[in-house]
């Protein structure tokens, strides 16, 4: 496919499971981004890769949250012991530049998990 | 630390009316600022970047770093520009995107 792709679009867990959400990008960008988006709210920053190396994760918002890109393509977003409060879209996206000049970012349609 | 804020959450006029979407942001250095838009049922995508002052879709929007604002305007709406629009921030330094909340606009007709 052309684009930023992600799975499950959907997933309900309920409190206390793991999950899982995969995000793979338009093949051959550099840069790797996931977004959290709660209801009602803009887009917030979780963590960045360039290649497979993870260079900012200050927006992950506890040690249950986890991400990985191992091999500079496909990322995984991981969430241990799932809460109600990390009900949200989850949203990837990249970039073909790196750094501070990744300018455009393409997304993906995000992954919407609900904890119950 | 950056901001971003959108003061409207809502936003209605009529077709072929003007429309300005508010934005303003908080940064101490030289920031990078975007519109991105997501159309119903779509992915959110970039409208247009302040460095490329070019006009998208008949949208404009001026960064006057005076009133630390980067308001999106365009003279006469369409139906088609129904959406919900983004305002973003990328620090000089920095890669990640900070978000206003949005603001969700309809174009009556």
């Known amino acids: 496919g052309a684009g930023v792709s992600q799975s499950p679009r959907y997933k309900v867990a309920k409190r206390g499971q793991d999950v899982a959400l995969r995000c793979d990008p338009i093949?051959?960008?550099?840069?790797l981004f996931w977004y959290q988006q709660a209801l009602g709210q803009g887009p917030e920053f979780l963590t960045y890769f360039q290649n497979e190396a993870q260079l900012d994760k200050s927006g992950l918002p506890s040690d249950r949250f986890f991400a990985e890109r191992p091999e500079g393509s496909v990322s995984t977003l991981k969430i241990q012991r799932t809460q109600q409060e990390d009900s949200a879209v989850y949203l990837c996206?990249?970039?073909?530049?790196?750094?501070?000049?990744?300018?455009?970012?393409?997304f993906g349609e995000g992954s919407r998990l609900t904890v119950l | 630390a950056q901001r971003v804020t959108q003061p409207e959450k809502l936003l209605s006029v009529f077709k072929g009316a003007p429309v300005e979407l508010k934005c303003n942001y908080s940064y101490s250095g030289s920031p990078e600022l975007f519109w991105y838009v997501q159309y119903s049922r779509q992915r959110l995508q970039l409208l247009l970047r302040?460095?490329s002052r070019e006009s998208i879709k008949g949208f404009t929007a001026d960064l006057n770093k005076g009133e630390t604002s980067f308001h999106l305007k365009k003279p006469f709406a369409q139906e088609e520009d129904s959406a919900m629009y983004y305002c973003?921030?990328?620090?000089?330094?920095?890669?990640?995107?900070?978000f206003g909340e949005g603001t969700q606009l309809t174009v009556n007709p």
């Open positions: 093949s051959g960008h550099v840069s």
């Open positions: 302040h460095i």
């Open positions: 973003a921030l990328k620090m000089t330094s920095g890669s990640r995107l900070t």
């Open positions: 996206a990249s970039s073909p530049r790196q750094g501070a000049n990744t300018g455009e970012l393409f």
